[in-house]
């Protein structure tokens, strides 16, 4: 497996190095540290601001990410093959980004400070620019490093389904799994009680709908390495996620691709996940 791995000097990047070994073992691992100088980083701005000792400055700041990729390298098993150490000066979200389609890797890692939603769009975040922006599986990892035991794979419908289950089977984890396939039932709002609407037959078909859906993809996980169980929940899809993660090590969810205005306009379940579950998240494409 090919991983590219963002790292900054936050205890939230170091946690998220940990846990990616904590989950995988990957054979090919790339570390990325973007040295943002902000508006420093073009030398005829510095020049036109007169700004004094703007060399020693870069060259300080780009030390500094030598430094941390070599200690981030240091926490990389001695089994992994090949480990690139990527240090620019840039955007780091950018040059994760730019990483991670150059090498076709097959999972980008980021740890995420926790930003509001608000704060998000208005100053932005490496962790969710990221998130927002590529098109390969994200790992998110919120506070420390933790085993996991316990997965919540929460699927929406077939598509999703078949998303997760395709990367599950072809990318286990590193210790035998908990699997909870978990399916939210969105209520419809309707009280009828002389159902003149048919919402009684609607709901059982979806209900019908629902428990084939987390059975057959159960059945499609079951392997030596997965015990798997089944939910159908009824609620709002994020809050129920949410809910249930609460017992879970990690959460499995599927991104439709929405971006930019639209995604904060609109929502979206995984995005909602993101924000408000405490555990790590990965998030399959």
Not at 258 to 277: C, E, T
Request: net charge neutral.
């Amino acid at each position: 497996m090919r991983v590219v791995i963002g790292v900054d000097w936050s205890d939230q990047a170091f946690a998220a190095v940990t846990q990616t070994f904590q989950l995988y073992h990957p054979t090919d691992v790339t570390l990325v540290h973007g040295v943002d100088l902000g508006i420093l980083q073009h030398p005829v701005v510095a020049q036109a601001g007169n700004v004094q000792g703007y060399d020693e400055f870069r060259n300080a700041m780009v030390a500094s990410g030598n430094q941390l990729l070599e200690r981030a390298a240091a926490m990389v098993p001695a089994e992994v093959a090949s480990i690139r150490k990527v240090n620019e000066v840039g955007s780091p979200a950018e040059l994760i980004l730019d990483s991670a389609e150059n090498l076709s890797a097959e999972l980008v890692v980021v740890g995420v400070r926790g930003r509001s939603r608000l704060s998000e769009v208005v100053l932005g975040s490496v962790s969710h620019r990221v998130l927002l922006h590529t098109s390969r599986p994200t790992l998110i990892v919120k506070g420390a490093a933790r085993k996991v035991q316990r997965v919540l794979v929460a699927i929406e419908d077939r598509d999703d389904a078949d998303r997760i289950t395709k990367w599950l089977r072809h990318h286990p984890f590193v210790d035998p799994t908990e699997l909870c396939v978990l399916h939210a039932l969105v209520p419809i709002g309707v009280n009828d009680p002389y159902d003149a609407l048919g919402t009684g037959t609607w709901w059982e078909g979806a209900e019908r709908y629902a428990n084939e859906l987390v059975q057959s993809t159960a059945g499609k996980l079951l392997n030596p390495r997965y015990t798997v169980s089944t939910n159908v929940a009824t609620g709002n899809p994020a809050a129920v996620i949410e809910r249930e993660a609460k017992r879970m090590d990690l959460v499995v969810v599927s991104s439709h691709g929405r971006k930019g205005l639209s995604r904060f306009l609109l929502g979206s379940v995984s995005h909602a996940v993101v924000h408000h579950v405490t555990c790590p998240i990965l998030v399959v494409r």
